[in-house]
C-alpha cells in the first residue's frame, strides 16, 4: 500500500497527484490533498512536515498550533470540502462540522459553547458529547474560521474540519492510547498492591523502619508515571477546566488523585504517617478502564451512523472524448458520464443511459431487497449496484447528492438539543460543584471524628459521586435512536422528535401524496376540441408545477412543441398561462368559472379530481383524474386509534375524492377545501383545546403548516420547502412505519427515563455510603465508571428497532 503523504490515507490505484516537498516528490491520494500539501509549500512552510508529530496528523487528524497553517482554512476553494449546506440559516453566514478532540463529559460541552459564543460573528455552536463534534455557524465579515479554530485550541481542545475517515481514525488512535494508559496503570497497580501487602503483613510483623522506607518508595517510583501518565486525561481535563472558570468531572478526579499523592509522597520522605499509593493507582486504573470502555462503546454508536459516518467512493470512472478516466467524485458536474461496475457503490444522483441491473438502496431507504434498474431510472448516491456495468448521466453534484442531504439533515439533527439535554448538561456543572462541597462537609467531618480516616473517606466522596452517568443519561440514547430511526427509513431533522412524539394527542394528515401515493393517472378526458391539442396545452402549463397532478400530464404530453410563458399559480385553485399568445387557464371549476365567461359545468360522470381548460372566453375540456390510496394506510390509522390517539384529515383538495378516501381509511374529522392560512387555524385550533398535533404532509403549500404543528412529518417524496420544515421524513413514504416509530420512540423515553433514574438513584445511594467510610477510593473509582458504562451500555439496547407488533403499540401506550 502506498500512504499518501499528506493524510496517510492510501493512494488509490491510477492516481499520480504528487508534490515536491523538502526536495523530494511525494505521493497524495487526491487533488485535495495535493492541493493542501501545494499550498503549504507554496506558503513556504515546508517545515511542518519535518516538525509534525506524525502519530498525531496522520491518525487522528490534528491540526498542528501554527497560526499559518490554520490561517489556510481561510481558503474559499478549500473551505467547499467542509462547509455545510442548510437552508435553515441565513444566507451570509457560513456553517461547518468540526471533530473535537478531547471531550470528556458534558460540562465540557458547556464550556466550548459558553467560550465560542461570546466570540463576535459566531451565529450558533451546538457540540454533540456522542460524536464529539461541533457544528458552528459563523459571519465571515466578522470571524474566519481560523480564528475558531485557534480559539478551540487555547481552550484546549484540537479541532479539525469534519471527515468521516478522519473521526474513525482519530477514535481508533484514543482508544490505543487509552490502552496504553490502561495497560501502564494495571501493571503498575499490581506492582504497587504487592508493595502494600508487604507493608500490610510487616506492620503486624513489626517489619524494620528501613525495609518500610524502601518499600514506600518503591511505591512512589512505580506510583509517578501512572499519576502522571495513564492519569494525565483527567489532570489535563481538570487544569483547562479551571483556567476556564468552569467544573468539569475531571476536577473533583483529580483532586482526589494529587491530594492522596502528595500526601502519599510527604509521607515516604518525612518517614511517617499514612500512604496511600496503592488507592491511587487502583484509582486511577478502575477510571481508565470505565473511560476505556465507555470510549469502545460510543465507537459502536459512531459505526451505526450509516448515513453522517458513510463516506462513498472518492474516485469514479468518468467517459471523456471516447475514453475511461479515474478522477475525483467531487469534480463531477450534471451531465457527466460515468461507469460503475459491479459491486460498486453510486458515488452520486444520476440516470442511467446503458445497461439493466439491480441496485441495492437498503442505506438510504432501509428497503432490503435490490430494486432492479433499467435504462431511463434514476439511481441515489450511496446505492450499490449488485451486478452487471451500468452508465450513468450525473444529475447533481456530490454535495448537492441524496447522501450528502441525508447526512446534512442527519448532522442537524444531532446537533440541535432538546431542551432536557441542555438542561442537565447545565445542571452537570453544578453538580460537580455540589460533589466538591460535600467531599469538603466529609473531609471536615472524618477530621474530628477520626482524623487517620478523613483523607480515604473524602477521596471516596470526591470519586463516587462524579455526574458522569447523568450527562450521558439523555445525549447517548437520542444519538441511538436518531441513527436506528434512520436506518428504519425515518429521518429526523430535528431531535426534539423522539421527546415530541411521546406526548402527541392527535394525528393531523394531508390527503395527497400522504394517505394516497400522489401519483395521479388521467382517467379521461371530455372536449369537444382535439384531444391532443387539448392535453399539449394542459401539459404546456403542468409543465411549470411540481404539484403530483402535474405529473398526470406530463405523462400525456404529446409530440407538439408547445411551450407557456407568463406562468402563475393560485393554490388550491389552479394554473394559468400564455400559448400562443392567448392565455389558458387549468384548475378546479371555480377558478376556472371566475376568469371564463363561458358556463363552466363540469360533467356529472362519476367520481374523480375533475378539471377545467378554458380561455377567457369558452370551456375547452374536462380532465378527470384518479389517485389511488397508499397500500396500508387504513392499517396505519386503525393502529393510531388503538393507542388512543384523535385522527383527522386536513387537506385543501375540495373534491368528492376527499370525502371517499376519508371512508376507505376510516377518518371520520374531514376538513377539505382548506388555505395555509386556515389550515394553520385549524392546528392552532387543535392546540387551544389542549391537543400535541403530529401533521404528516406532502406538497408545496404544506410548509406552513407543518411548521405550525407540534411535530411535522413530511413524506419522502415531498417538495424541497416542505422537507425543510419538517421536523422528521418519512424517507422511503413508507406510511406504514409511523406505528412503529411511536412505539421506538416511547420505548426510547423510557431509555432516557431508566438511565435517570440510575444515575440519581446511584448518586443517591453512593454519597451516604461514601461520606459514612463504608466504600473505599477504589471501589469508589470502579463504581462510577461501572455506572457510566451501565448507562451506555443500555443506551446501546436502542440500537435494535426490530420486532414491534400492534399489541407492543397498545401495550406501550396503555403503559
Not at 451531465?335 to 453510486?346: A, S
Not at 388512543?644 to 377545501?673: F, H, K, M, P, Y
Not at 423510557?750 to 473505599?776: C, D, E, H
Request: charged share 15%; net charge neutral; glycine share 8%.
Amino acid at each position: 500500500m502506498t500512504a499518501c503523504f499528506h493524510c496517510a490515507l492510501e493512494v488509490p490505484p491510477g492516481c499520480d497527484c504528487r508534490v515536491v516537498i523538502l526536495g523530494q516528490s511525494q505521493p497524495m491520494c487526491c487533488p485535495g490533498c495535493q492541493a493542501v500539501a501545494q499550498t503549504i509549500v507554496d506558503a513556504g512552510l515546508e517545515d511542518y512536515y519535518q516538525l509534525r508529530d506524525a502519530k498525531a496528523v496522520t491518525q487522528q487528524g490534528v491540526l498542528p498550533k501554527s497560526q499559518e497553517f490554520l490561517e489556510l482554512f481561510n481558503d474559499e476553494e478549500l473551505q467547499q470540502d467542509y462547509l455545510v449546506t442548510d437552508t435553515s440559516v441565513s444566507k451570509d453566514t457560513k456553517q461547518t462540522v468540526l471533530l473535537v478532540e478531547g471531550i470528556t463529559c458534558a460540562a465540557c460541552v458547556w464550556l466550548i459553547e459558553r467560550d465560542l459564543r461570546r466570540l463576535a460573528g459566531i451565529a450558533s455552536a451546538q457540540v454533540n458529547l456522542s460524536t464529539s463534534r461541533l457544528q458552528v455557524s459563523w459571519d465571515p465579515t466578522q470571524i474566519q474560521l481560523s480564528e475558531i479554530l485557534t480559539k478551540l485550541q487555547r481552550l484546549g481542545y484540537r479541532a479539525s474540519p469534519y471527515q468521516a475517515r478522519a473521526q474513525e481514525a482519530a477514535q481508533r488512535q484514543a482508544i490505543k492510547s487509552t490502552l496504553q494508559r490502561l495497560a501502564v496503570a494495571g501493571l503498575g497497580m499490581l506492582q504497587v498492591m504487592m508493595y502494600a501487602a508487604v507493608l500490610y503483613v510487616g506492620y503486624f510483623q513489626h517489619i524494620e523502619s528501613t525495609f518500610v522506607g524502601l518499600f514506600r518508595l518503591g511505591s512512589l517510583v512505580v506510583a509517578t508515571p501512572i499519576v502522571f501518565y495513564s492519569g494525565w486525561p483527567f489532570l489535563h481535563g481538570a487544569w483547562r477546566a479551571l483556567r476556564l472558570k468552569g467544573l468539569t468531572m475531571d476536577v473533583p478526579i483529580s483532586l482526589a488523585i494529587l491530594v492522596a499523592y502528595s500526601a502519599s509522597v510527604l509521607a515516604t520522605v518525612k518517614g511517617h504517617g499514612e500512604v496511600y499509593f496503592d488507592s491511587v493507582t487502583m484509582l486511577i486504573f478502575f477510571l481508565t478502564l470505565g473511560r476505556y470502555l465507555e470510549m469502545v462503546a460510543r465507537g459502536r454508536t459512531f459505526k451505526a451512523l450509516q448515513f453522517s459516518g458513510q463516506q462513498g467512493p472518492r474516485f469514479a470512472l468518468a467517459l471523456r472524448d471516447g475514453e475511461v478516466i479515474q478522477i475525483p467524485v467531487k469534480k463531477l458536474v450534471p451531465g457527466d458520464r460515468i461507469r460503475i461496475k459491479p459491486g460498486e457503490q453510486i458515488p452520486v444522483d444520476g440516470r442511467i443511459v446503458a445497461g439493466e441491473g439491480a441496485c441495492n438502496e437498503a442505506l438510504l431507504t432501509g428497503e432490503q431487497y435490490p430494486v432492479a434498474k433499467r435504462v431511463g431510472d434514476l439511481v441515489m448516491g450511496g446505492a450499490q449496484n449488485i451486478d452487471n456495468s451500468l452508465t450513468i448521466e450525473v444529475s447533481k453534484k456530490c454535495a448537492d447528492s441524496m447522501m450528502s442531504t441525508i447526512a446534512s439533515l442527519l448532522d442537524r439533527a444531532q446537533a440541535d438539543r432538546p431542551p432536557l439535554v441542555s438542561m442537565t448538561q447545565k445542571l452537570a456543572g453544578y453538580f460537580v460543584l455540589a460533589v466538591l462541597l460535600f467531599a469538603s462537609l466529609t473531609a471536615i467531618g472524618w477530621s474530628v471524628i477520626a482524623p487517620e480516616k478523613a483523607l480515604s473517606v473524602t477521596l471516596s466522596a470526591l470519586v463516587i459521586t462524579c455526574p458522569c452517568a447523568l450527562s450521558l443519561a439523555t445525549p447517548v440514547a437520542l444519538t441511538v435512536a436518531t441513527n436506528a430511526l434512520a436506518r428504519l427509513g425515518f429521518l429526523i431533522t430535528r431531535s426534539r422528535v423522539c421527546e415530541g412524539l411521546t406526548t402527541i394527542t392527535h394525528v393531523v394528515f394531508d390527503k395527497t401524496g400522504t394517505l394516497t401515493q400522489g401519483a395521479f393517472s388521467l382517467e379521461r378526458v371530455v372536449t369537444t376540441c382535439e384531444k391532443a391539442d387539448v392535453l399539449a396545452m394542459a401539459s404546456a402549463l403542468e409543465a411549470h408545477s411540481v404539484h403530483p397532478i402535474a405529473h398526470a400530464f406530463k405523462q400525456e404530453s404529446s409530440a407538439q412543441d408547445l411551450e407557456a410563458s407568463s406562468v402563475s399559480m393560485e393554490l388550491r385553485g389552479g394554473i394559468s398561462g400564455e400559448i400562443n399568445g392567448e392565455r389558458y387557464y387549468l384548475g378546479n371549476s371555480e377558478f376556472v368559472r371566475a376568469h371564463c365567461l363561458d358556463a363552466v359545468l363540469a360533467p356529472n360522470q362519476g367520481d374523480g379530481l375533475w378539471l377545467a381548460l378554458a380561455t377567457k372566453t369558452r370551456c375547452l375540456a374536462w380532465f378527470c383524474l384518479r389517485d389511488s390510496l397508499r397500500p396500508g394506510a387504513s392499517a396505519v390509522v386503525s393502529a393510531l386509534k388503538a393507542q388512543g390517539l384523535r385522527v383527522s384529515l386536513l387537506t385543501g383538495d375540495n373534491s368528492s375524492l376527499v370525502q371517499e378516501v376519508a371512508t376507505r381509511v376510516g377518518i371520520e374529522v374531514v376538513v377539505q377545501g382548506a388555505t395555509p392560512t386556515q389550515k394553520m387555524q385549524v392546528i392552532k385550533g387543535y392546540q387551544a383545546q389542549g391537543d400535541k398535533v403530529a401533521m404528516i404532509g406532502d406538497g408545496i403549500n404544506d410548509a406552513p403548516v407543518l411548521s405550525a404543528a407540534d411535530v411535522s412529518i413530511a413524506m419522502g417524496g415531498s417538495a424541497d420547502l416542505a422537507l425543510i420544515s419538517a421536523d422528521a421524513i418519512l424517507f422511503d413514504s413508507e406510511l406504514s412505519l409511523l406505528p412503529t416509530v411511536l412505539t421506538y420512540c416511547r420505548r426510547v423515553k423510557r431509555t432516557i427515563k431508566q438511565n435517570f433514574i440510575w444515575a440519581l438513584v446511584y448518586n443517591g445511594l453512593a454519597l451516604p455510603l461514601a461520606m459514612s467510610g463504608v466504600v473505599t477510593p477504589y471501589f469508589a473509582a470502579l463504581g462510577m465508571s461501572m455506572s457510566s458504562l451501565l448507562v451506555v451500555m443500555n443506551a446501546l439496547r436502542l440500537k435494535k428497532t426490530s420486532g414491534v407488533s400492534d399489541g407492543d403499540i397498545i401495550l406501550s401506550h396503555t403503559n
